[in-house]
């Protein structure tokens, strides 16, 4: 039976879940049409999301991806979570965002609000926003960086849309001891901004810059800085 899996289980992919049970009743032999193999579907996923907030206590990894084309997540959820959450061991959190809203992009939101205050030891977060930016996501976003205890790596990536936002920086300040990765894609940045980033950050192994915008050859001169001296890998693409 699946339900002593739980007490082991260390990494939760909402895609991948889903999949799973989908492909698993299109291998039954009884036929059933789209719509009531989209209704089982949800109530199993209902099922085992419930069951794994309840009784997983090793949950390491936790992907979310609200670019799926049915609710990602039982009405409730956020109830249990409140109550007895199985992510406050989360170490790795990874999420695509796809704004404007779809179906599930509500229930991407009602999850982000809640998961500053049960997770306070991620140290990897992977974030990429396709779409139109929403100011609420980025807020979101910033009070999870606060809410760390240590961040030691920060992916950002924005698929069509370039965004600054000071508030992002500062927020990633808070790690600049810990922090030994940044990756940003689609970032708008400053001289000022960028060298300002780059000298608060002392254990930097990694830096990946692609489609970044507002750099210029000044913003060169954040790359020797003293701070950079652990710096083993370095990525500019396009426009960085």
């Known amino acids: 039976p699946i339900f002593p899996y739980a007490n082991y289980l260390e990494e939760l992919s909402d895609c991948n879940l889903r999949n799973g049970i989908s492909q698993w009743l299109g291998s039954q032999s009884i036929a059933v049409d789209l719509r009531k193999k989209d209704s089982e579907s949800s109530l199993i996923l ?7 907030m309840r009784q997983s206590r090793k949950l390491k990894t936790i992907e979310i991806d609200d670019n799926l084309w049915s609710p990602n997540f039982p009405q409730g ?4 979570m409140n109550a007895e959450s199985a992510l406050s061991h989360s170490r790795t959190f990874r999420c695509n965002i796809e704004c404007p809203s779809n179906n599930n992009h509500e229930s991407t939101i009602r999850l982000l609000r809640i998961l500053a205050s049960l997770c306070s030891h991620i140290q990897c977060m992977e974030i990429l926003i396709m779409g139109k930016v929403n100011l609420e996501v980025i807020t979101l976003i910033i009070a999870l960086i606060r ?3 240590r961040l030691t ?3 950002l990536n924005f698929s069509n849309s ?18 030994t990765s940044l990756t940003f894609t689609r ?8 060298i300002g980033l780059l000298s608060n950050f002392t254990n930097l192994r990694s830096l990946h810059l692609s489609w970044c915008d507002g750099l210029t ?7 020797s800085l003293p701070s950079l001296r652990h710096l083993e890998n370095l990525y500019l693409g396009l426009n960085a």
């Open 46 to 52: 209902g099922s085992l999301w419930h069951m794994f």
């Open 77 to 80: 959820l956020e109830n249990i």
């Open 147 to 149: 809410s760390q205890d």
């Open 153 to 155: 790596e920060f992916k």
């Open 162 to 179: 370039y965004i600054y936002s000071a508030s992002i920086i500062e927020a990633l300040k808070l790690h600049k001891n810990w922090l």
């Open 187 to 194: 970032f708008s940045f400053d001289d000022f901004a960028f």
């Open 217 to 223: 050859l000044d913003s060169g001169e954040g790359l």
